[in-house]
């Protein structure tokens, strides 16, 4: 099975947004071992559609269509597609239904454009829209698989997982599994990585072995195709054994995961709880480890002490500290890591005080960066760094640097906490 | 002229990442006048980018392509289009000695493989890499464009700004300009703005006007195409007018600006000083006014109060109002604003407390939040929300809803403070 997906949309021409509807469908193809070999953005244009459509036709026998699907003048996906395969629209009374009970439920009036979103192509398989009106569509021609699917992510998602998958898995012939594992490294570059594993990339057919680098990150997808899952999975071990012999110190979780993931998951195994100040990453930190369902196991709160008399009121920073050392220093870092901690009666203070840009700060240089870290009954340690880059990208990497140091402190110290 | 992206890269169709080059690219394309009528995406395949050059040389006569310039062994994308151009690829001088020189300022050791990211092709005018190894291209043959820009953003974005885009205009020959702008609206949703102003979609051919919906926002797109600028600018603002006559108090800003950005303007032109307290969103609010540069001068920093005893702790809501009311409430918001107010020694204090979920809190649903206000010398305003959608979601919408309360609040009294 190898599917194309079609994302209709102006908008993703014109660059007003990104295509996260193909990145979240590719992901769960790739699950189900469904190769996908294209992408495609087309315009709210019926002809160009159509030649869109054509070339899909082509080199696919499954095209996943998302967008178009709405009330409004230009969404034609499912009228284009209807006349491209000689099929007529119908009225779905259950979508109509549907729309009509979202209206009800969201208290508000219906107009009439709205009714139009419950026309289906005659012949399909509805998927039903439990986040939003438009309806899904599965139809089969010519051995060929067509699903449509509404554009807007927060209904797509859901309609796919819920009843998309399913009808993709019933469609499935018995075949070789493709399982892929992805291996997440922190502290070593793109390049040199691909060095030190040079000779299993080179001489590797199965698995695959293919690394990525993104956001101070780089990962290695293993991807293996055998009988079963089980056998898959046994090549991907033997090759992930290998890398990580060579690697290992760099690497610290697999798949989706992220570094405050696993920070998070490791705070919550040792039942240990965190606070946190803030000063140039201002509240990313904390908005990313809140961002986990669950935090507040873990994490009880923090400062953000962007302006530096923050630093002194609320967090109790000497005002010695500051006028000798300076509010980006080793000094101020420990004391913001200590008084967090403190303050708010947690286990462990990380602080973050640096200088993000685009401007220096007292004479200190853009990316010149402090991670403090105070953890109860061990002496405080500091970190400098010196990142490059941008403002947003010099906070996002300030941050990882802080799970990183507070990860590898928590795993280096097994009986100690 | 007509352009196409071509993405290259399999964890793009594997869905590791989503396209953001083809994003940015259309929007610097829509802005000098180039339309772009698609985009393909296509892994790391010789024959399969190979069959998607020949599709888009069918439909286009500009082809920018992305990706596939790096040292590794899946890198292709020059092999092929030399192949499939017949060209040959040479080394680049300028491009070997800015690789080698990259190493010695990066202090790293530079391995063999990264040589090859000096091989350009014959004839091709070399796009520099000011933030990385690999060299960009661009190429005439039989008059159509090729264009070739590395992967990685944080390299392809300023090698088009810097050379891309210069090289692109170089090309145009004098034609229509194309004018947009994009009107940005919060508090409505978009089958209602499109209702109300249905006749004036109807009957527009120029400008044109596009509605999209995202994150708890909704936009309208006005597209004119005319000989000069200055025309094309007149017709857009005749449209606007007519818009903002019947929804113009949902309006907002325009273009790429955000709540937040517009915040933080409005903020500053009245030398105002912000201090914030967040439980439900847990930084996200500080994240987003910090992540503007220059953000010092308006914001003073907060707490994130997570859990319940820091909003006592620190923030020292009363024991009472906790127990009573609960941290989810109306009077622990207002005690929240006026309390982080008084603690920063800010002119404005904002709170944030809900349930963002996925579970309920203190028996309050999932999406009950309360935002409150404490601006100098008025009394304290708190607003109750009821809001659907994820955890994720949940919290976007909260740090909307606040930034346009406050917004409004600062505008409706434009001489009180």
Redesign the interface.
């Known amino acids: 099975m190898n599917a194309e997906i079609i994302a209709v949309g102006?908008?993703?021409?014109?660059?007003?947004?990104?295509?996260?509807n193909?990145?979240?469908?590719?992901?769960?193809?790739?699950n189900i071992g469904v190769n996908?070999?294209?992408?495609?953005?087309?315009?709210?244009?019926s002809g160009?559609l159509k030649?869109?459509i054509e070339?899909a036709e082509s080199?696919a026998n499954m095209i996943i269509f998302t967008g178009g699907l709405g009330?409004?003048?230009?969404d034609l996906t499912k009228e284009t597609i209807a006349s491209h395969l000689g099929r007529g629209l119908i009225h779905d009374e259950d979508a109509l239904k549907s729309i009509e009970q979202f209206f009800v439920t969201t208290k508000?009036?219906m107009?009439e454009?709205?009714r139009k979103q419950a026309l289906v192509l005659e012949g399909s398989q509805v998927l039903p829209n439990d986040h939003g009106m438009a309806p899904g569509m599965v139809l089969e021609v010519k051995e060929r698989t067509y699903m449509l699917l509404p554009g807007?992510p927060?209904e797509m998602q859901p309609m796919y997982t819920a009843y998309g998958e399913t009808a993709i898995l019933n469609l499935l012939q018995p075949q070789d599994k493709i399982v892929?594992r992805?291996l997440r490294f922190f502290g070593i570059?793109e390049?040199?990585l691909?060095?030190e594993i040079?000779d299993l990339?080179?001489e590797q057919q199965n698995p695959t072995i293919?690394?990525?680098?993104?956001d101070g990150e780089v990962?290695l997808?293993l991807t293996a195709k055998e009988k079963t899952e089980e056998l898959a999975n046994q090549l991907i071990e033997a090759t992930e054994k290998k890398i990580l012999s060579r690697v290992g110190q760099y690497f610290y979780g697999y798949d989706s995961t992220s570094l405050m993931q696993e920070l998070f998951n490791e705070l919550q195994k040792r039942e240990l709880t965190l606070a946190?100040a803030?000063s140039l990453?201002?509240?990313?930190?904390?908005?990313e480890?809140?961002?986990i369902?669950g935090?507040?196991d873990v994490?009880?709160?923090?400062?953000?002490?962007?302006?530096t008399?923050?630093k002194n009121?609320?967090l109790h920073v000497k005002q010695e500290t500051l006028d000798t050392e300076g509010a980006v220093s080793s000094a101020t870092a420990i004391e913001l890591a200590e008084n967090v901690r403190e303050?708010?009666?947690a286990d462990i203070g990380i602080s973050f005080t640096g200088v993000a840009?685009?401007t220096e700060q007292e004479g200190k240089p853009v990316g010149m960066v402090f991670v403090g870290l105070a953890i109860a009954g061990r002496p405080t340690e500091v970190v400098q760094l010196q990142l490059a880059?941008?403002?947003?990208?010099i906070?996002v990497r300030t941050v990882k640097h802080g799970c990183a140091l507070l990860l590898n402190s928590l795993k280096d110290s097994q009986n100690t906490i």
Do not use: M, W
């Open positions: 102006s908008e993703l021409l014109l660059g007003q947004i990104a295509n996260t193909a990145q979240f469908l590719s992901k769960q193809l790739a996908v070999f294209y992408h495609t953005v087309v315009g709210d244009n160009r030649q869109a070339v080199r009330p409004t003048k230009d508000r009036v107009t454009n709205n807007p927060k892929s992805v570059g390049s040199l691909e060095t040079e990339i080179d293919a690394p990525l680098a993104a990962t997808r946190c803030e990453t201002g509240g990313l930190f904390q908005q480890i809140t961002s369902s935090a507040g994490f009880k709160g923090g400062v953000v002490c962007y302006a008399e923050i009121r609320v303050l708010l009666q840009g685009p880059g941008t403002r947003a990208g906070r």
